[in-house]
């Protein structure tokens, strides 16, 4: 998942006439069945917090929910 989104991309704006070169950084948590939660909302909420563990260690990675 992170090496297919992460990168940079090209848009062309077309009314302009200016390429803009826009740089995507992806932080990703997860969570697995039962192990960190058995409803969904559990585990996205899960999820969610690992993310947040990416987040504030400098982004663009992953981190599975403990």
């Not at 704006?13 to 390429?19: E, K, P």
């Not at 192990?35 to 917090?49: C, I, K, N, P």
């Not at 504030?56 to 403990?66: D, L, Q, R, S, V």
């Amino acid at each position: 998942i992170l090496t297919k989104i992460s990168g940079e991309y090209h848009v062309l704006d077309n009314v302009r006439g200016i390429n803009h070169n826009i740089p995507i950084q992806v932080s990703v948590g997860a969570a697995f069945y039962p192990r960190h939660g058995v409803t969904a909302e559990d585990l996205m909420a899960r999820a969610d917090d690992a993310m947040y563990v990416v987040k504030k260690t400098g982004k663009a990675g992953f981190h599975i929910a403990e």
